[in-house]
């Protein structure tokens, strides 16, 4: 029998990347979004739609009854364990099976940033939830770098605060495979498993600017910044003010070479390796080109 997948953050990129792994599988998907405007897309793709925020527990029952597994993706703020608990009650309330939560690398309760930290909180209701669960946490995403593709491709260069930081960062796509697999595996297979998920490699991003030149057939270079010139170049942008400090923190801590480094879980779950930095770069060569 079909299982009822529910999936949340559906208009981001690790969703998004979900729903498109999980297309043509034997599994009923249901999607919760906040606005009825973001439906008519989703109901294209065959998805049942329901309107509920995850600030408001009381608009969640009806998206999770009748579920088998839940996709539990949280907004990036300091409510994110509130809307986690909130998911979670309503789930257990449905008496959903099974919980597939999307965690950070490094989730601790002394992480050196406050994202680690707030999900260090929700990753351990999830193990003590009393339902099956899975989490995955991924390092840096490879994506990130398509925010840098308006610079790389006007001037040959990029600025991030990072230093000389190596980072297992990892192409989003293979975040999604390993989500669809693990929920279309049952929901024994990777109970009480928690995956950090990464790349092949660990990478400074003078090696990612390597990559990008021979994919691209022109130099391009990567210009570290300080945290100050990053700082007011994101809020140039309108990008919150807390998400700025948290993007410094993880920023000053992998430039202390925290997370450097690489795992095998994506083979683990999938059975082969992971995309690399060439394999990303090669397949969105596109977006750093102007046009």
Known sequence: MSRTVLIT???GTVSTALMNALEGADAGLRTLVRDESRAHGLRERGAEVFVGDLDDARSLPPAFEGVHDLWLLTPNGPRAPENSMNAVWAARQAGVERIVRLSVVGAAHDAPNRSGRLHALS????????????????????QNLLNEAGSISSTGTFSLNMAAARLGMIDVRDIAECAARVLLDGPDRHHG??????????????????ALSRALG????YLPVSDDARRKTL????????IVDMLEEYAQAYASGWQDGATDAVATVLGHPPRDIADFVRDHAAAFTQT
Do not use: N
């Open 9 to 11: 953050g559906t208009t």
């Open 123 to 142: 990753d351990r209701e999830i193990e003590r939830c009393g339902m099956r669960w899975t989490i995955l946490r991924p390092h840096w995403f490879m």
């Open 193 to 210: 498993q928690t995956y950090t998920l990464t790349g092949p490699r660990s990478l400074t991003f003078d090696e990612v600017a390597d």
């Open 218 to 221: 022109r130099p391009i270079a």
């Open 235 to 242: 809020l140039g942008y309108g990008v919150p003010r807390w």
